[in-house]
Nanobody, 121 residues
Framework: QVQLAESGGGLVQPGGSLRLSCTASGSIFSIGAMNWYRQAPGKPRELVAFITYGGSTHYSDSVKGRFTVSRDNAKNTVHLQMNSLKFEDTAVYYC???????????????WGQGTQVTVSS
């Protein structure tokens, strides 16, 4: 069994910063891509950023230049540093990881429960 635990959400004013973290635990052999998604009320879930095991990153156009994704492979942890936050960044942010559990040969995507980020003045 694999679990993802997210932290770091909250309320912030426009222009402010937040740092989200997500740690995977359980019977893990390896982790491939680590991803951040978000879902705003009434909108579909969208990919915000991801980082590969080797450190290659990808960002959605809406966050490029403001958000930075990083990971610590030794700790099975991924971070999302969010700067210059805007009202439209308000959403529930979800971490997902492509995990190869011990004793298996394939990667399976696991999801965290989500953490609320609210940008408001």
């Amino acid at each position: 069994q694999v679990q993802l635990a997210e932290s770091g959400g909250g309320l912030v004013q426009p222009g402010g910063s937040l740092r989200l973290s997500c740690t995977a635990s359980g019977s893990i052999f390896s982790i491939g891509a680590m991803n951040w998604y978000r879902q705003a009320p009434g909108k579909p879930r969208e990919l915000v950023a991801f980082i590969t095991y080797g450190g290659s990153t990808h960002y959605s156009d809406s966050v490029k230049g403001r958000f930075t994704v990083s990971r610590d492979n030794a700790k099975n942890t991924v971070h999302l540093q969010m700067n210059s936050l805007k009202f439209e960044d308000t959403a529930v942010y979800y971490c997902s990881c492509d995990v190869k559990p011990v004793g298996t040969t394939i990667y399976t995507r696991y999801w965290g429960q989500g953490t609320q980020v609210t940008v408001s003045s």
